[in-house]
Protein backbone atom coordinates (compact mmCIF):
# COMPACT_ATOMS: atom_id res chain seq x y z
CA UNK A 1 0.00 0.00 0.00
CA UNK A 2 0.99 3.39 -0.59
CA UNK A 3 0.89 6.33 1.10
CA UNK A 4 -0.48 9.46 -0.44
CA UNK A 5 0.98 13.01 0.02
CA UNK A 6 -0.73 15.38 1.01
CA UNK A 7 0.07 18.97 -0.14
CA UNK A 8 0.36 19.60 4.08
CA UNK A 9 3.59 17.47 4.08
CA UNK A 10 5.12 19.50 1.13
CA UNK A 11 4.08 22.54 3.28
CA UNK A 12 5.69 21.56 6.40
CA UNK A 13 8.74 20.60 4.31
CA UNK A 14 9.46 23.88 2.50
CA UNK A 15 8.43 26.29 4.34
CA UNK A 16 8.15 25.52 8.30
CA UNK A 17 11.62 23.94 8.17
CA UNK A 18 14.13 26.77 6.92
CA UNK A 19 11.68 29.01 8.86
CA UNK A 20 12.84 26.99 12.16
CA UNK A 21 16.64 26.72 10.78
CA UNK A 22 16.57 30.49 10.76
CA UNK A 23 14.99 31.08 14.25
CA UNK A 24 17.67 28.63 15.51
CA UNK A 25 20.26 30.63 14.01
CA UNK A 26 19.19 33.97 15.37
CA UNK A 27 19.04 32.60 18.58
CA UNK A 28 22.54 31.63 18.48
CA UNK A 29 23.82 34.95 17.33
CA UNK A 30 21.76 36.64 19.83
CA UNK A 31 23.26 34.58 22.15
CA UNK A 32 27.00 34.90 21.08
CA UNK A 33 26.26 38.51 21.10
CA UNK A 34 25.16 38.81 24.97
CA UNK A 35 28.51 36.42 25.80
CA UNK A 36 30.57 38.98 24.21
CA UNK A 37 28.94 42.17 26.05
CA UNK A 38 29.55 40.18 29.44
CA UNK A 39 33.18 39.46 28.21
CA UNK A 40 33.89 43.54 27.66
CA UNK A 41 32.26 44.44 30.66
CA UNK A 42 34.70 41.72 32.61
CA UNK A 43 37.83 43.14 31.35
CA UNK A 44 36.74 46.42 31.91
CA UNK A 45 36.34 46.08 35.54
CA UNK A 46 39.37 43.82 35.83
CA UNK A 47 41.55 46.80 33.90
CA UNK A 48 39.83 49.07 36.48
CA UNK A 49 41.25 46.79 39.43
CA UNK A 50 44.69 46.44 38.10
CA UNK A 51 45.31 50.34 38.23
CA UNK A 52 44.08 50.21 41.34
CA UNK A 53 46.02 47.70 42.30
CA UNK A 54 48.88 49.46 41.04
CA UNK A 55 48.65 52.19 42.60
CA UNK A 56 47.85 50.85 46.36
CA UNK A 57 51.31 48.93 45.46
CA UNK A 58 53.23 52.38 44.51
CA UNK A 59 51.42 53.88 47.70
CA UNK A 60 53.04 51.16 50.14
CA UNK A 61 56.54 51.46 48.39
CA UNK A 62 56.96 54.97 47.76
CA UNK A 63 54.48 56.44 50.04
CA UNK A 64 52.60 58.29 47.45
CA UNK A 65 50.50 57.38 44.85
CA UNK A 66 51.65 58.11 40.96
CA UNK A 67 51.96 61.39 39.62
CA UNK A 68 50.48 59.91 36.55
CA UNK A 69 49.13 57.09 34.77
CA UNK A 70 52.48 56.53 32.73
CA UNK A 71 54.19 56.18 35.24
CA UNK A 72 52.24 53.60 37.14
CA UNK A 73 52.81 51.59 33.54
CA UNK A 74 56.29 52.25 33.81
CA UNK A 75 57.19 51.33 37.12
CA UNK A 76 54.70 48.79 37.97
CA UNK A 77 54.06 46.94 34.77
CA UNK A 78 50.38 47.84 34.55
CA UNK A 79 48.86 47.72 31.02
CA UNK A 80 46.47 49.23 29.25
CA UNK A 81 44.89 48.68 25.29
CA UNK A 82 44.69 52.46 24.29
CA UNK A 83 43.05 51.32 21.41
CA UNK A 84 40.38 49.78 23.39
CA UNK A 85 39.93 51.75 26.72
CA UNK A 86 40.35 55.06 27.82
CA UNK A 87 41.73 55.82 30.77
CA UNK A 88 40.74 59.03 32.75
CA UNK A 89 43.40 59.26 35.78
CA UNK A 90 42.98 62.54 37.78
CA UNK A 91 45.18 62.74 41.01
CA UNK A 92 44.17 65.35 43.57
CA UNK A 93 47.33 65.05 46.08
CA UNK A 94 49.96 62.77 46.42
CA UNK A 95 48.23 61.20 49.40
CA UNK A 96 44.92 60.67 48.12
CA UNK A 97 43.71 57.97 45.89
CA UNK A 98 43.66 59.31 41.95
CA UNK A 99 39.98 58.89 40.61
CA UNK A 100 40.87 56.43 37.65
CA UNK A 101 37.26 56.03 35.13
CA UNK A 102 37.92 53.13 32.31
CA UNK A 103 35.79 53.76 29.39
CA UNK A 104 35.40 51.15 26.40
CA UNK A 105 36.20 52.60 22.92
CA UNK A 106 33.68 51.81 20.73
CA UNK A 107 34.82 51.76 16.61
Not at 74 to 95: C, L
Amino acid sequence: MRKRRTPWGALLRNLLLPAICILVLVGFSTALNGLNSGHEAEDQRQLEEALRRGCVACYAAEGVYPPNLDYLKEHYGVQVDDGRYNVHYSVFADNLMPDITVLVVKP
